[in-house]
Each structure stands twice: as C-alpha cells, then as structure tokens.
C-alpha cells in the first residue's frame, strides 16, 4: 500500500500543513532530483517525519502507534 502524491497534497491542503505554493515548489524540487515529495517536505522543514507518517496512516486507515511515546 502507498499513498498517491494527489491523496498527499489533498489531505497535506485540508490540514493545512503546508499551502499551495509549498506544495507545487516540493514537488518541482522532487521531479528535479528524483526525490519522493514526501521526503522533500520533511527534508525541506515544512512538515515532520511523525506528521507525515500520521498522515499516511490515516489515509490508509491504519491506526498510528508512537512507541518511542508510549
């Protein structure tokens, strides 16, 4: 199971976690170096590893568990 990019920057949008512009900008930057956008954004600072990991999660409907928190 993987998330689509159009899944991402749908639910990326509705969060608000990032706006248009930071969107269209990690996914030209991830076109240009062959980079997944998922990983531009975290690597870019505009959203976390765990808020991303949540995200999918969320999108597959598969529960997310922190056990470095628990």
Do not use: H
Request: charged letters at 30%; aromatic letters at 6%.
């Amino acid at each position: 199971m993987r998330v689509e990019p159009g899944q991402l920057k749908t639910f990326l949008l509705d969060a608000g976690l990032v706006n248009e512009a930071q969107f269209e900008k990690a996914q030209k930057k991830a076109e240009k170096t062959n980079q997944r956008i998922s990983d531009v954004l975290v690597s870019e600072g505009l959203i976390t590893q765990e808020e991303l990991i949540k995200l999918q999660a969320y999108i597959l409907g598969i529960p997310f568990v922190n056990l470095e928190k628990e």
